[in-house]
């Protein structure tokens, strides 16, 4: 069974640093792509960042590029998004999301199979 995890979210003011964690389970990473999408009440989700297999290729969306990064620790089954010198428009819940299974794990940043259950970021102005 595909179980992923979100947790780390808060709040703190712009300009500020928090860092997300995703604990996953059920499936190899080698064979899929590992990311984080955000969702606003009453908006479309916007795929914020994803990871290629172990180590693999990166994408970012446009608006956190430079800010945010993501990382894995395949060991401890674990992907984690560095979010630096947040906004108040980061503000969301954000969910750690698989992709590969229907969709090709290149499409990571637009599409996911599976998606754990979000976190909520808050970023005070």
């Known amino acids: 069974e595909v179980q992923l995890q979100a947790s780390g979210g808060g709040l703190v003011q712009a300009g500020g640093s928090l860092r997300l964690s995703c604990a996953y389970s059920?499936?190899?990473?080698?064979?899929?792509?590992i990311g984080w999408f955000r969702q606003v009440p009453g908006k479309e989700r916007e795929g914020v960042s994803c990871?290629?297999?172990?180590?693999?290729?990166?994408r970012y969306g446009y608006s956190v590029k430079g800010r945010f990064t993501i990382s894995s620790d395949y060991v401890r089954n674990m992907v984690y998004l560095q979010m630096n010198d947040l906004k108040p428009e980061d503000t969301a819940v954000y969910y750690c999301?698989?992709?590969?299974?229907?969709?090709?794990?290149?499409?990571?940043?637009?599409?996911?199979?599976?998606r754990g259950q979000g976190t909520l970021v808050t970023v005070s102005s």
């Open positions: 059920g499936f190899s990473f080698e064979d899929y792509a």
């Open positions: 999301a698989m992709t590969g299974q229907n969709h090709p794990p290149i499409q990571c940043l637009n599409e996911y199979d599976y």
């Open positions: 990871m290629l297999s172990r180590g693999g290729t990166t």
